[in-house]
């Protein structure tokens, strides 16, 4: 439980005259369900920017299994074992779903281009696993009917999913979710919660940004607070909820209602 | 939205009949289609007659060369989403392979042509590989530049002809008995069609595959392509080479068919010209781009009668056209599938994920 499968050390971030992180220290354990929450503006987004490679920390380490990600390639990143979703959703809008699903998947197949022209058995065979691993997926996500439509002409909630079910074919050991509950009603939350719940079962690891505070006491074994670039909580939900520092960050500047 | 999915469409009843045809009958009839390409140098019918040039010339060039060049250009274009606007560079290189060996070596046509597509390969890896980073509007101003570099270097390097160019250039040896000589465009005709069928066959197995998928993930985002995992350099190079190696291939043929060339025919408009018919038949839908690449390289040859204004009429029909159909004449669309079983894999246990 107590291996480290991710680090940030000292981490900061500046863009111009911003400072969206500061000096911040973050862990994710492996097997855990890690909380990423605070308000607006927080640099809750700008962590999962510089774990994933989108930007280049100003100073400090980012560690996953021992290796350092500062510097790799994004897709390398994802190589190693980190997927994320999107705040804003981003999917493969003129692809299906199930094409959507199996772009991730395909990050662990060797074949190329010279494999499809040729049809050779490692590219067919790798094509036939993608695919049944995409659908696995989209089943998993409850997507499963939606396989053939267009990401665009998804409802929003199944974009949402989609997201995850994209992600996850990735075969992450490290699972990023920004804030895959923004805009879902009660019963959907939950049914969410529940999904997360057994994405962990399954043996990934999951930090998740989050707004609902009930969503988050709900799942997390632990929840770090950002306010203003810097990391002013980390501890276990009940702990965290009860942290004068975080209730008034959280009053200073409130929380949007979703 | 709603009554454009309710509408009748030629299409989707055309791709539904094919999906659910047996095999036999699809091979019968791509049999039957690829048999009609073959033999129509052979159509005489005044409705194709090209009055004032030569139908059979005209089928090789320009309609069945803008063809090829339009479905090479359309994977850098149309499948990957790269503004590409110096494709003619690769077309030239191909030739002027043909051209230099063809006259100073012993070597034949088919010898010369894994040479011309190779060298033409090469130079997009060296141009692909430091500009594909850029995006947008650089790579196209780099491109440009890039088109236009080949063409000056081969007006100021004397050793190939300078402004000049290279005469003489051999025809192709006999091939089952057909004879390609100045004369008969023909043999030519049916060489450019077989790549032409490789090339679309090449294209339809990668659209289908991994290089597919990634050409819709770095067309659509970029950035996301590369978090979902994808090498988007790599596939952006790959796109940019298979589109070079067609043009290539183009170029050594209609060499040994011209039987002479000079720079100032690889000029920008080349390059223009190929992205038109790419945007005009229907961008990133490769039998829209075909159709498109044939109208626009056949109209001008068959109006040819109108002589001078023939240019004007040209011009206002795409005018028209771009405004009746702004997506291209058969413009991509993906197709849906509301079946909620579509292309289920074999029932995978109660969704459980390993
Ligand atoms: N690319 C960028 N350029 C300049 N400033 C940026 C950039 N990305 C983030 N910021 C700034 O960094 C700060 C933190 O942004 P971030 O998106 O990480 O916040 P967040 O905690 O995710 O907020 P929210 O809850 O609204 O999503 C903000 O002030 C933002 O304006
Ligand atoms: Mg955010």
């Not at chain 1, 390639?73 to 980190?82: E, F, S």
């Not at chain 2, 090339?199 to 993930?217: C, S």
Request: overall charge positive.
């Amino acid at each position: 439980m107590s291996e480290k499968l991710l680090e940030l050390k000292n981490i900061t971030m500046k863009f111009g005259g911003v400072t969206a992180l500061s000096e911040v220290n973050l862990h994710v354990s492996k097997g855990e369900i890690a909380a990423l929450i605070g308000p607006n503006g927080a640099g809750k987004t700008t962590v999962f920017n510089v774990v994933t490679g989108v930007y280049k920390p100003t100073s400090g380490e980012v560690n996953f299994v021992g290796q350092s990600v500062v510097g790799k390639k994004r897709y390398q990143v994802t190589k190693m074992g980190i997927a994320r979703t999107f705040q804003n959703i981003r999917l493969f809008g003129e692809s299906t779903a199930l094409e959507n699903v199996v772009t991730g998947a395909d990050v662990h197949s060797k074949s190329g281009v010279v494999g499809a022209i040729f049809g050779t058995p490692r590219s067919r065979r790798e094509e036939a696993a993608a695919l049944e691993r995409g659908m696995e997926l989209l089943e998993f996500m409850g997507l499963k009917h939606r396989a053939g439509q267009l990401g665009k002409n998804l409802p929003y909630g199944d974009q949402r999913r989609l997201e995850i079910a994209r992600a996850l074919a990735t075969n992450p050991q490290l699972l990023l979710l920004d804030e895959p509950a923004a805009g879902f009603n009660p019963a959907e939350k939950v049914a969410l919660a529940a999904t997360i719940r057994k994405i962990r079962d399954a043996g990934y690891t999951v930090l998740l940004i989050e707004h609902d505070m009930s969503l988050i006491m709900d799942i997390s074994d632990r929840v770090a607070v950002l306010d203003f670039g810097q990391k002013i909580a980390d501890d276990v939900p009940k702990v965290v909820q009860n942290d004068p520092r975080v209730i008034e960050a959280y009053l200073g500047a409130p929380a949007d209602a979703s | 939205m709603a009554d454009k999915k309710n509408r009748y469409n030629i299409r989707d009843h055309a791709a539904t009949y094919w999906e659910n045809s047996p095999k036999w009958r699809r091979v019968s009839m791509s049999i039957a289609f690829i048999a009609f390409f073959y033999a129509l140098p052979f159509l005489n019918n005044p409705l194709v007659n090209t009055p004032g040039s030569d139908f059979q010339s005209v089928l090789f060039y320009p309609v069945g060369m803008y063809v090829l060049m339009a479905i090479g250009l359309n994977i850098v274009v149309g499948k990957s989403g790269l503004l590409d606007l110096g494709y003619v560079a690769f077309f030239a290189i191909g030739a002027y392979t043909m051209a230099i060996l063809g006259t100073h070596t012993a070597l034949n046509f088919w010898e010369i042509l894994p040479i011309g597509i190779a060298l033409s390969m090469v130079a997009g890896v060296l141009l692909g590989t430091p500009t594909l980073r850029l995006r947008g509007d650089y790579l196209a101003i780099v491109t440009l530049g890039f088109g236009e570099i080949v063409r000056i270097v081969a007006v100021n390097i004397e050793a190939i002809g300078g402004p000049r160019g290279i005469a003489g250039i051999p025809t192709p040896p006999d091939l089952f008995k057909a004879k390609f000589t100045i004369l008969d465009p023909k043999p030519y005709y049916w060489v450019l069609l077989t790549f032409t069928l490789l090339v679309i066959w090449m294209v339809r197995r990668m659209a289908a595959r991994r290089p597919g998928r990634a050409w819709d993930a770095i067309r659509q985002d970029d950035d996301v392509a590369q978090l979902m995992g994808v090498n988007t350099l790599k596939y952006k190079v790959w796109a940019f080479v298979l589109g070079a190696a067609v043009a290539g291939a183009g170029g050594v043929l209609y060499a040994s068919q011209i039987l002479s060339i000079v720079p100032d025919q690889f000029n920008l408009n080349v390059s223009i010209l190929i992205l038109a018919c790419v945007v005009f038949g229907g961008i990133g839908n490769l039998w829209g781009v075909i159709l498109g690449a044939a109208l626009l390289a056949f109209t001008p040859e068959r109006i040819r009668f109108l002589s001078q204004p023939r240019i004007l009429v040209f011009g206002i029909a795409l005018v028209v056209m771009m405004n009746l159909r702004p997506d291209g004449i058969l413009p991509k669309k993906k197709r849906e599938h509301f079946d909620p079983n579509w292309k289920s894999v074999e029932e995978s246990g109660e969704g459980e994920i390993k």
